[in-house]
């Protein structure tokens, strides 16, 4: 705690309250045939409730390690990483991840996909409340028509939108993002960005997520994490990115300050942190 | 489909010109036909060792062709009750070692430790050939009937259990994340994850196990004795009835096919559509 320099992590003006999410003071080193790797190297960072972050950074600087660690699918070696004051130690659904690759179960239904979930997590509502849940949170994705569908007959977006559903019918408190336009095509890419920012607004969770795409981080995010290169990866810089909401895209493309900081990130990330092979 | 173009249209065609039936029944048939005809032409001197088609035809019609269900009392008895003795052996023995192959199979796939206790154990084991086993088991159990189930057991179980644990270990690592993060309960992650994931390669080992069966049930029987196609055919040969034991090999040869055929189409019905490969 008394290590975090949160000083440097100014946030947003309209968001107040606690710390809610805090990344303290975390490394993650790797064993390795060749010894010991550092992938990432004293990370520091406060989250706050609500707030939509997102992370970019070089393939391989480590950014899905550590939203793995924010999810708990893995372990800091040093430093821990806190949600509401509570450490998190394992994957749990207070924390659910929307993956890349969608991860739905080929065998259920997009119903089935997403009542499992509720299924296990409120084991003792009552069923008609469970189907209830699923059945409201598959329409707020726009999937109502689709529920009896197996994955194998949804497009890669529709496949993604169960998997939010999935995630966000379980009213986690953070919400994780690993990547998770990255497989779409482009007008289903921003067809998506624009639902997730709805729900996002609508539900008040807590978003972190990973992306590879300028634009979009700064049509959605508050905050724009952006990460040096491995090994012993850190956070270079965090931008705020001040555009009033509700948010709308064509109009913040036209604000000036859209190329600001759109060439602030590029020469972060193209400039001072070029990767070697670029 | 439809845009397949050139290649399915040129199928289509050709499936026109040429039915199904004809293109897969009438090649077979031929075969078989120019096989009888060989067999016929070598067989067919005074003194050939074996007996031709036509020789096994006569020799075997009545009664063991046409009436497959005689019973003269003892071993003495037509072919549909011999194979079903043998079928009734491989049923008890089959489904204890799909059983126990299963269960042991998914707690060798989910645990590394068992994996690495007894994996080992398991290559070893399995390639010891079914009637290595017979005499352990003859000395073990004391009656012919049982030990000849155990070694249809030992015989299927090795396949089961290995392809049932590689079927558990290659739950898709996304799988089990999102088991993880919903915090599944063991049976929940048993029926909604594990068992849909790891279906086909149970099936494709009992199909490998059942066919195993077969193989390990004729051979068991011929020594063990008793009502069953394998101890018909020894019983044969010691008689010198030598169309009996060609009619039998037919018998066995169709009834294995069946098996596997039978597996297999349980398996089409049970695997999820979407575990198809
Ligand atoms: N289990 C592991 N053991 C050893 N090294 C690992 C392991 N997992 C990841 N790494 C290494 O850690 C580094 C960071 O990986 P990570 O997947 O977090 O990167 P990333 O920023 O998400 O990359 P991308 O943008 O390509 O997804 C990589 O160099 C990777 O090779
Ligand atoms: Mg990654």
Redesign the interface.
Same mark, same amino acid.
């Given at each position: 705690m008394q290590t975090l320099n949160t000083t440097a992590l100014k946030r947003p003006e309209v968001l107040n309250g606690d710390p809610f999410l805090v990344i303290d003071n975390v490394s993650k080193i790797y064993p390795t045939p060749t010894g010991p790797y550092t992938v990432l190297d004293g990370i520091n960072l406060t989250v706050y409730e609500g707030e939509f972050i997102c992370l970019i950074g070089h393939s391989g600087c480590g950014k899905s390690t550590l939203l793995d660690m924010v999810s708990g699918f893995r372990k800091p070696s040093e430093g821990e990483v806190r949600l509401q004051t509570k450490r998190i130690t394992e994957p749990g659904p207070d924390r659910m991840v929307v993956f890349q690759n969608y991860s739905l179960l080929p065998w259920l239904s997009a119903f089935e996909n997403v009542y499992l979930g509720i299924d296990s997590v409120y084991p003792n509502k009552p069923k008609a409340e469970k189907v209830a849940i699923a059945n409201e949170h598959l329409a707020m994705v726009g999937l109502a028509d689709a529920a009896n569908k197996r994955p194998r007959e949804l497009s890669g977006g529709m496949k993604q939108r169960v998997s939010i559903a999935r995630a966000l019918a379980l009213r986690p408190k953070v919400l994780v993002l690993d990547e998770p336009f990255g497989a779409l095509d482009p007008i289903t890419r921003e067809e998506l960005q624009e639902e997730l920012l709805k729900i996002w607004s609508d539900h008040q969770v807590t978003v972190l997520m990973i992306t590879h795409d300028i634009d979009e981080a700064l049509f959605l995010a508050d905050r724009l994490v952006m990460m040096t290169n491995g090994p012993a990866a850190n956070i270079g810089e965090i931008m705020n990115i001040p555009f009033p909401r509700p948010r709308n895209r064509a109009r913040i493309m036209e604000d000036p300050e859209y190329y600001n900081l759109r060439n602030q990130a590029l020469d972060f990330l193209y400039r001072r942190f070029a990767h070697a092979d670029e | 489909m439809t845009v397949l173009g050139s290649r399915s249209k040129k199928s289509s065609k050709l499936g026109k010109a040429m039915p199904a039936v004809t293109k897969y029944v009438v090649p077979p048939l031929v075969a078989i036909a120019v096989i009888l005809v060989i067999w016929q032409l070598i067989f067919s001197g005074p003194d050939a060792n074996l007996p031709g088609p036509i020789t096994v035809l006569q020799e075997t019609w009545d009664p063991l062709i046409i009436d497959p269900f005689f019973d003269y009392g003892g071993t003495n008895k037509g072919l549909g009750l011999q194979i079903l003795a043998s079928l009734g052996r491989v049923a008890i023995g089959f489904s204890l070692a799909a059983i126990v192959g299963i269960a042991l199979g998914i707690l060798v796939g989910i645990s590394p430790f068992v994996y690495r206790a007894l994996d080992p154990l398991f290559q070893v084991l399995r390639t010891v050939p079914p009637l290595a086993w017979l005499p352990l088991s003859l000395a073990a159990l004391q009656q012919s009937d049982p030990s000849a189930i155990f070694v249809i057991f030992i015989t299927a179980i090795w396949p089961i259990i290995i392809n049932t644990t590689v079927g558990v270990q290659q739950i898709p690592q996304?799988?089990r994340? /999102?088991a993880? /993060?919903?915090?599944?309960?063991g049976p929940?992650f048993f029926w909604?994850?594990l068992l *849909?994931s790891a279906v086909p390669y149970i099936f494709t080992g009992l199909r490998i196990g059942i066919g195993l069966s077969w193989l390990a049930i004729v051979a068991a029987e011929m020594l063990t004795g008793g009502v069953g196609i394998g101890f018909f055919i020894w019983d044969a040969y010691n008689s010198s009835r030598l169309s009996e034991i060609i009619l039998a090999l037919v018998y066995v040869g169709i009834v294995g096919l069946i098996l596997d055929r039978l597996v297999a189409f349980v398996a089409s019905k049970v695997v *999820? @559509? @979407?575990?198809k490969g």
């Open positions: - | 996304d799988y994340n /999102v993880k /993060v919903l915090r599944l309960s929940k909604k994850i *849909p *999820p @559509e @979407e575990q």
